[in-house]
T-cell receptor, first 113, second 106 residues
């Protein structure tokens, strides 16, 4: 199995739908992250979890709701999204928060119609 | 202004050419990361370095802490090196460059 696994890889949803992105890491890391990648822009940090506790919420709209039930799993719940939320959402993990090597998943490509 | 600046933004090279990608940053750091992103999205960590130089196969990364500058070199470039290369530094969060899109033509 790869180190960080994201599902689904592709998601198309309407603005009134509710969906969730899932991330699972098999590396025994303590920190997990959600990043948003839009065209021609740097990766934007959305949320950081350390040992299942949120340590960073980078002014993300409430239509994005993270959940970290344990140190291996991270979810991003999506509700009432806007077309400008269409992007690649990347999950990552590291041994400790904001230090050490980052390991990324393959990303979930989200399209909001 | 972004905390991390990369140049060039786009780069096209002939197979076999020596390639250099540059990264400048404005925050104090403990280490700098070079990442590779292939079409399709997945990102792979290439290097994490805090001083001097690291080499992995045809890839070489250097860093000058005093000048807040790092370079990624690819020797004998190959079409499979075509990807986006991203520089990242940790601060109170990770700061990322916008990436350098490299295309190596056979």
């Amino acid at each position: 199995e790869t180190g960080v696994t994201q599902t689904p890889r592709h998601l198309v949803m309407g603005m009134t739908n509710k969906k969730s992105l899932k991330c699972e890491q098999h590396l025994g890391h303590n920190a997990m992250y959600w990043y948003k990648q839009s065209a021609k822009k740097p990766l934007e940090l959305m949320f950081v979890y350390s040992l299942e506790e949120r340590v960073e919420n980078n002014s993300v709209p409430s239509r994005f709701s993270p959940e970290c039930p344990n140190s291996s799993h991270l979810f991003l719940h999506l509700h009432t999204l806007q077309p400008e939320d269409s992007a690649l959402y990347l999950c990552a993990s590291s041994q400790e928060v904001l230090t050490g090597e980052l390991f990324f998943g393959e990303g979930s490509r989200l399209t909001v119609l | 202004k972004n905390e991390v600046e990369q140049s060039p933004q786009n780069l096209t090279a002939q197979e076999g050419e020596f390639i250099t990608i540059n990264c400048s940053y404005s925050v104090g750091i403990s280490a700098l990361h070079w990442l590779q992103q292939h079409p399709g999205g997945g990102i792979v960590s290439l290097f994490m370095l805090s001083s001097g130089k690291k080499k992995h196969g045809r890839l070489i990364a250097t860093i000058n802490i005093q000048e807040k500058h790092s370079s990624l070199h690819i020797t004998a470039s190959h079409p499979r090196d075509s990807a986006v290369y991203i520089c990242a530094v940790p601060g109170n969060q990770f700061y990322f460059g916008t990436g350098t899109s490299l295309t190596v033509i056979p």
